[in-house]
């Protein structure tokens, strides 16, 4: 079983950044991949990024060069940072673990993006 636990969302203006945090109930060293996932309001759950154990990392198209995924294995801990927010960012975003065949999801942490 992993336990995951996002916080750091808000509400911010465009133009702004936020990082969001997942904290694993265990360690992560062997949770491949771990990742987020956002859903806005009536659209369906969609990826933002991945990273494997080994840090490869892999982003929507529409999240590269203005999000990163990090994962500090010691602190058992995902983080994702999210510059130039864009008021289509606006979701709840869901962090992701993927352990021996199951997968894992957080309760979410709401984004908003004003104008």
């Known amino acids: 079983q992993v336990q995951l636990v996002e916080s750091g969302g808000g509400l911010v203006q465009a133009g702004g950044s936020l990082r969001l945090s997942c904290a694993a109930s265990r360690t992560i060293h062997s949770i491949n991949p771990m990742g987020w996932y956002r859903q806005a309001p009536g659209k369906q759950r969609e990826l933002v990024a991945t990273?494997?154990?080994?840090?490869?990392?892999d982003y929507a198209d529409s999240m590269k060069g203005r999000f990163t995924i990090s994962r500090d294995n010691a602190e058992n801990t995902v983080y994702l940072q999210m510059n130039s927010l864009q008021v289509e960012d606006t979701a709840v975003y869901y962090c992701?673990?993927?352990?021996?065949?199951?997968?894992?999801w957080g309760k979410g942490t709401l984004v908003t993006v004003s104008s």
């Open positions: 992701y673990a993927h352990r021996f065949g199951i997968d894992y």
């Open positions: 990273i494997t154990s080994a840090g490869t990392t």
